[in-house]
């Protein structure tokens, strides 16, 4: 019997993968603005779990994809490595060019700040601790070839479905 763990097995026991996608339907009397749902899956090591969130009314897509993301850092603990696959090119470039802090620092009026102010925390929570963050974009809808990020897309349809509604008020979901 093996009193340790190899490094493969290291490495594995800290990698957290995760799926995101955001889901909106839009509303014609609201402006780019309707039903949403947020979708995450994790992979640790050999286990998945799925979550899904909803239902908000008066939302975006990218605001239920900002959220996914902000969910998946809370519900992940700090010290491990994180990569983040998401299909929304402005969440991935966001995050990886660093927009959101440069936007949060000059104070500039901008969409999303309540959310992006979020994940700033949750980011900082984690790198803060050990984590460290790689955000990949991959092609959404891309039938079979990424199908973690199709679980994750039905999966914020279903929130977006859910009978409860909650209102994005732009205050950041406080109650989610």
């Known amino acids: 019997m093996r009193s340790s763990l190899d490094d493969r097995e290291r490495v594995a026991l800290n990698l957290v993968t995760i799926h995101t996608d955001g ?3 839009n509303n014609k ?8 749902g947020a979708g995450v899956v994790f992979h640790h ?13 008066n939302t975006t897509s990218a ?3 900002i959220f996914a993301i902000i969910k998946a850092l809370e519900l992940t603990r700090p010290g491990v490595l994180i990569k983040l696959f998401t299909d929304n ?12 802090n440069k ?6 009026d901008k969409a999303n700040m309540d959310l992006w102010r979020r994940f700033k925390k949750i980011y900082q929570t984690h790198t803060c601790n050990g984590s460290r963050i790689e955000v990949t974009w991959i092609k959404g809808h891309a039938k079979g070839k990424y199908i973690h990020n199709e679980t ?6 279903k929130g977006r479905l859910k009978v409860r509604e909650i209102v994005d008020n732009r205050d950041g979901f406080k109650n989610c």
């Open 89 to 100: 090119q402005y969440c991935s470039n966001t995050i990886n060019h660093d927009w959101y």
């Open 23 to 25: 889901s909106a339907v």
């Open 45 to 57: 090591g050999e286990r998945e779990v799925t979550r899904h969130f909803g239902s908000f009314r």
């Open 63 to 65: 605001r239920m994809e």
């Open 29 to 36: 009397t609201v402006h780019n603005s309707g039903h949403g």
């Open 152 to 157: 994750a897309d039905r999966l914020a349809t």
């Open 103 to 108: 936007w949060i620092t000059t104070q500039a």
